[in-house]
């Protein structure tokens, strides 16, 4: 269950795995909103065409509405299991419980968004009413037990799967410049992406590789000031902003290098595509997910201070807190490092190479088989 099935990483999340869990159960995928599907999907799709609400009572309303509507449902099919994604979908399953096992799934660093005493409390009620609850990382399980004080022996971590077979390539999109390197980067234009921080180290790029080019896939509220400041940093030209693509890959699998530059994320989705396109990756050791994907054999909680070269991709140090600040051209020290990082692997093509092998290497420990076998274990559990 999920408020819908376009746009974000957890709504891909929910799509794979309703196709990965249909070779093992009768799958039923309960969506809010179905009036826009760009993600392939399994199972049974059940619209509720109930879409999110504006103002505190149409709000209150569409929840009382689709708690009566899955509690319809779930007595109709006596569904032996139901486990939802994201907030509003996890209330509304365990406030329309019935004799079904109900797993709820945790898929960011919680305590990073939820603040208020009234927003703590409704989120320790979903933890506590749930059968079991599914961190999307390791670092996200530790914040739940630490922040939420939800007893440790309830909460396992099962990552994203990720696999190439699912992707969509558009061949005529591989056809570019192979003398002019290109980065990209992937996720929303939000705060918590904070794609401002590659703006700011791309010029020091240029200075060394003046016909490089920086493409940015994702759609999000501060596109119109991101167009604004590409200008006032004077790299508009050498950069595009492409928006939402229905297959991403086709780009990425183009690029020389993939860039990461999120303060906080639950795993990194866009991390675990570029890998599976076999790319080089430069991330921010933010919480949680990279250093986990990258340096799976170092302590997750360990936060680097300098350029990282992990086993599987190379980690920077990740500005947390951080606000937006157009008005604010010179790059920080992180970003200086962000760039030195992306300059080394252009300049080293048999690091860049490697780091490519490795990354075909590293993606198979999120294969379909691997994560599905985490999540029928889950299911099955007395």
């Known amino acids: 269950m999920i408020q819908k099935l376009s746009g974000g990483g957890a709504e891909r999340a929910a799509a794979n795995l309703s196709i990965d869990l249909s070779a093992e159960y009768e799958v039923h995928l309960i ?43 779930k007595k109709e099919e006596q569904f032996d299991c ?17 004799k ?8 960011t660093l919680t305590s990073f968004f939820i603040k208020s005493i009234w927003e703590v409390a409704l989120e320790k009620f979903i933890l506590r009413k749930a059968d079991c609850v599914v961190a999307l990382s390791e670092v996200v399980r530790l914040d739940l037990i630490q922040k939420f004080k939800i007893d440790k022996n309830k909460v396992v971590t099962i990552y994203n799967s990720v696999a190439l077979d699912k992707f969509c390539f558009d061949s005529s999109v591989e056809e ?25 180290a791309f010029p020091q790029v240029l200075k ?20 604004d400041f590409l200008q006032k940093l004077g790299i508009d030209r050498q950069t595009e902003l492409k928006g939402f693509l229905p297959n991403p890959h086709s780009v990425i699998r183009t690029a020389d290098v993939f860039a990461f530059t999120s303060m906080v994320e639950g795993l990194g989705n866009a991390l675990l595509e570029a890998l599976a396109c076999g790319k080089a990756v430069v991330s921010t050791d933010c919480d949680a997910g990279p250093r986990e994907i990258l340096a799976p054999e170092t302590n997750p909680l360990t936060k680097t201070k300098i350029i990282e070269y992990a086993q599987y991709g190379v980690l920077v140090p990740a500005t947390s807190n951080d606000v937006f600040d157009r008005n604010v051209i010179a790059p920080s020290q992180e970003e200086t490092l962000l760039a030195e990082a992306i300059i080394r692997l252009l300049e080293d093509r048999s690091l860049r190479r490697r780091y490519e092998e490795k ?17 029928v274990d889950v299911i099955e559990k007395d």
């Open 100 to 107: 079904e096992r109900v797993i709820v799934s945790e898929r």
């Open 208 to 227: 060394v590789f003046p016909g490089a080019r920086l493409v940015v896939l994702g759609q999000g509220q501060l596109r119109d000031a991101y167009g």
């Open 31 to 73: 969506v809010f909103d179905g009036s826009c599907i760009t993600y392939r999907h399994g199972g049974v799709l059940r619209d509720l065409a109930l879409p999110a609400r504006t103002g505190i009572f149409q709000k209150a309303l569409t929840l009382l509405k689709r708690i009566k509507a899955v509690r319809r449902l």
């Open 82 to 98: 139901v486990l939802s994604l994201l907030a509003g979908a996890n209330l509304v399953n365990v406030l329309s419980r019935q």
């Open 176 to 200: 570019r410049d192979q003398d002019s390197p290109l980065i990209v980067t992937m996720g929303r234009l939000t705060h918590q992406k904070a794609q401002w921080h590659l703006f700011r």
């Open 359 to 375: 990354a075909r290497e590293r993606v198979a420990d999120f294969s379909p088989a691997v994560i599905t076998h985490g999540w």
